[in-house]
């Protein structure tokens, strides 16, 4: 490498380092622009946004409404699921679910059932399993289908492990926090993410959830053997 190019590469790091120190705290509820989705590799199919009626707080039933209808019951992971509403809802759909999240919270008392349009209630003796540290790849084992719903820090690892073990892996990503990676300047860190799973000989399925805000969803899992 030259060194006029070598030092271009390293002001470039540096300005997009600079930029994610002095960005304003991550907003979870700015909508995505279409401008920074634009030639993303596997992204052109994706339908225009047009009409997102439905509200942030229905991401979940949103996401089980998804899992659904892609992928028969097995053993999920919710990773960074909060409340863990999400582990929830596919564990009443007949998936064996466990939130991993460092941090433990009890489900939420009600949610709203978007097919219903009515309240239903969660009763407190209900409960997921809880791993309660952060994610770490070995914990994927024990899993056949990993989720990530704007969850922090484990993205990337996410992505490692959909290539290394062959997992099925769905991201939700929303903010860059403890990530391994970062994007080049000017893009968007869905594409940095789509990219990075490409160039592991992943197939990356987009698809954009009912709600504005963080809604574009990645499912990447590895190509059938005979593809190969
Ligand atoms: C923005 S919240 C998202 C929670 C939930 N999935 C949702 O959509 O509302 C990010 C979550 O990631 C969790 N988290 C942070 N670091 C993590 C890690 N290394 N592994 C797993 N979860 C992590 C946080 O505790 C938090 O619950």
């Known amino acids: 490498m030259t060194k006029r190019k070598h030092k271009r590469e390293k002001a470039q790091l540096f300005q997009a380092l600079t930029e994610q120190v002095q960005s304003p705290p991550a907003d979870h509820d700015a909508p995505i622009p279409e401008q920074a989705l634009a030639n993303l590799p596997g992204l052109d199919a994706l339908a225009s946004s ?4 439905k509200m942030k707080k229905f991401r979940f039933q949103l996401m089980h409404e998804w899992i659904l209808h892609r992928l028969p019951p097995g053993r999920v992971a919710d990773v960074g699921g909060g ?4 582990a929830y809802l596919l564990q009443q759909s007949g998936w064996q679910s466990t939130v991993i999240d460092p941090v ?3 489900l939420p008392d009600k949610y709203k059932d978007l097919t219903l349009n009515r309240r239903v209630k969660i009763g407190a003796a209900e409960t997921v399993p809880h791993i309660t540290q952060p994610f770490a790849p070995e914990m994927a084992e024990k899993f056949d289908l990993l989720v990530s719903m704007h969850a922090h820090g484990c993205n990337v690892q996410l992505i490692d492990v959909a290539a290394a073990e062959q997992k099925e892996v769905i991201l939700l990503p929303c903010c860059i926090i403890q990530e391994p990676l970062l ?3 000017g893009q968007h860190w869905i594409s940095c993410l789509v990219e990075y799973a490409l160039a592991k000989n992943l197939i990356v399925e987009p698809f954009r ?3 504005r805000g963080q ?3 990645l499912y990447i899992h590895a190509a059938p053997e005979n593809t190969l």
Do not use: R, V
């Not at 047009?50 to 009626?53: A, S």
């Open 215 to 217: 809604n574009i969803g």
């Open 50 to 53: 047009g009409g997102l009626p």
């Open 104 to 106: 433990a919270q009890t």
């Open 183 to 185: 994007p080049a300047p």
């Open 209 to 211: 959830l009912n709600f």
């Open 83 to 86: 409340k863990g509403l999400l």
